[in-house]
């Protein structure tokens, strides 16, 4: 194999290296609670038959990136298909056992919030997972629960059965990042090759003009 080919590849070897060590040493793979993880919800089912699924990240404290998406379920009331987001949706009620999240329209006296709560702490390990506490009679405070209201009407349900709370794998996010730097560090190497070709032809050529004028 041509030397210039094996010190490539030595490079980008060294490249991947480097990668994964600044994800090691960044805690990605850390039990702390300052390292936020990626959770998806999966299969929960309300007390009217309609559904929970989506994801957050959070530190066991803080909560980030939300998105939750609800479907209608029997009910004809007020809790239609609807998706929460740390966009369209207010946090409050934080806490290392579960969050709330509150859409309103105020002109229209509109209040809508979905009460997450978890049967233990969220699991630090890619895998692990926790549920979401359950109800067979859905009511406000206590198990996760969908609440809706305006100025006419109120309708709640609970969470009966599933909301599995699962820890991503770390591939997931940081996959990309690795990515990421070796594409850069490839280009960084490519590009410093043509440089150094550039130089050795500009190096070159006075050499060459000398040698002819001394010919003469």
């Known amino acids: 194999m041509p030397t210039l080919v094996v010190m490539n590849l030595q490079k980008i070897a060294l490249l991947i290296g480097l990668s994964v060590a ?3 040493g ?3 793979f850390s039990t702390a609670d300052a390292i936020l993880t990626t959770y998806n919800i ?5 007390s ?7 994801s ?7 909560y980030q990136d939300i998105n939750l998406n609800v479907t209608r379920g029997s009910t004809t009331g007020l809790l239609t298909d609807f998706t929460y987001t740390s966009v ?16 309103k329209i105020l002109e ?9 709560k978890f049967q233990s702490d969220l699991p630090l390990s890619a895998g692990s997972s926790t549920t979401l506490t359950r109800s067979s009679t859905p009511f406000i405070g206590a198990p996760s629960n969908e ?70």
């Open 22 to 24: 600044s994800v090691l």
């Open 26 to 28: 960044s805690g990605a």
């Open 42 to 46: 999966t299969n929960g089912v309300f």
């Open 48 to 54: 009217n038959g309609g559904t929970l699924n989506g």
């Open 56 to 62: 957050f990240k959070s530190d066991g404290s803080v």
């Open 88 to 103: 369209n949706s207010v946090l409050s009620g934080v806490s290392k056992s579960g969050f709330k999240l509150e859409y």
């Open 108 to 116: 229209r006296g509109f209040n809508r919030a979905i009460i997450l």
């Open 147 to 216: 609440e809706a209201s305006d100025d006419q009407a109120s309708n709640y349900r609970g969470i009966t059965s599933g909301g599995i709370v699962t820890a991503v794998p770390w591939e997931t996010d940081v996959l990309p990042l690795v990515g990421a730097t070796i594409a850069f560090g490839a280009g960084a190497v490519a590009k410093r090759k043509i440089a150094q070709a550039k130089s050795k032809n500009l190096n070159f050529e006075p050499v060459k003009s000398e040698c002819v004028s001394n010919v003469g």
